[in-house]
């Protein structure tokens, strides 16, 4: 087996890492020189889930509570740094949806400690779909049991990674509900691949408060 993302062999390293029980074949993909690239969060606003000093909220959750919003209590797995952005560059945007395997065990764990009724991923457009062939997100939390309750129905007219803080911020509601199911009394996890000024995330949580939910957390892979 060869390193989904520097093609070196796993086998060695494989065997070593099998016999002191830290990792098993099913989910090791990638070797350990490449997976200390990624920086993993430790300690992390209690809001968004950026990493810094200790759990306060940092100025951005001060403002979404400001506005009135219901912060997510969000959590994500990894910074992203130079190796998330070409991570992503080559999972998103280069099409190898072989690489949505390197996190997916991890992602499925921290579904199981989360305590939520219901998973809820972020859909990507009737573009994107035809454009990319795949959703990111679902590539991602394969094998995660959800249900699809949004739709995307503003036209894109540039990818999320190609705007400004600014524009994102500014974006208007890009969601409707696609399925209408009663979520009175249930705990909802919103699924995204990456985190950046959390609108697209508020968004889809507006739309699920509508259906009743009781509480909409969100979860991410990057941050």
């Known amino acids: 087996m060869m390193c989904l993302l520097c093609q070196q062999p796993l086998h060695d390293e494989l065997n070593l890492l099998q016999a002191l029980g830290v990792m098993t074949l099913d989910n090791a993909v990638i070797c350990e020189p490449c997976r200390q690239q990624f920086q993993s969060i430790t300690t992390a606003c209690a809001g968004c889930g950026r990493q810094q000093a200790d759990d306060t909220l940092c100025q951005d959750c001060r403002r979404w509570q400001q506005q009135g919003q219901q912060l997510l209590a969000h959590c994500a797995l990894y910074q992203y740094n130079e190796a998330m952005r ?30 939520m009724d219901m998973v809820v991923p972020v859909p990507v457009s009737h573009d994107t779909m035809l454009r990319r062939g795949f959703n990111q997100t679902l590539g991602l939390f394969e094998g995660v049991p959800y249900q699809a309750l949004l739709q995307v129905t503003q036209q894109q007219k540039a990818h999320q990674s190609q705007r400004d803080r600014a524009a994102r911020l500014h974006q208007k509601q890009p969601f409707s509900i ?25 968004h889809a949580a507006t739309l699920l408060y509508q259906l009743g939910a009781k509480e909409v957390k969100s979860l991410s892979l990057a941050r």
């Not at 696609?178 to 508020?202: C, F, I, P, S």
């Open 178 to 202: 696609a399925v209408t199911k009663d979520l009175v009394d249930q705990r909802v996890l919103l699924v995204d691949d990456v985190y950046t000024t959390g609108n697209t995330l508020y």
């Open 86 to 115: 070409q991570y992503m560059k080559a999972y998103k945007f280069n099409g190898d949806y072989l690489l949505r395997t390197v996190f997916n065990h991890e992602l499925i764990q921290k579904v199981h400690t989360m305590a």
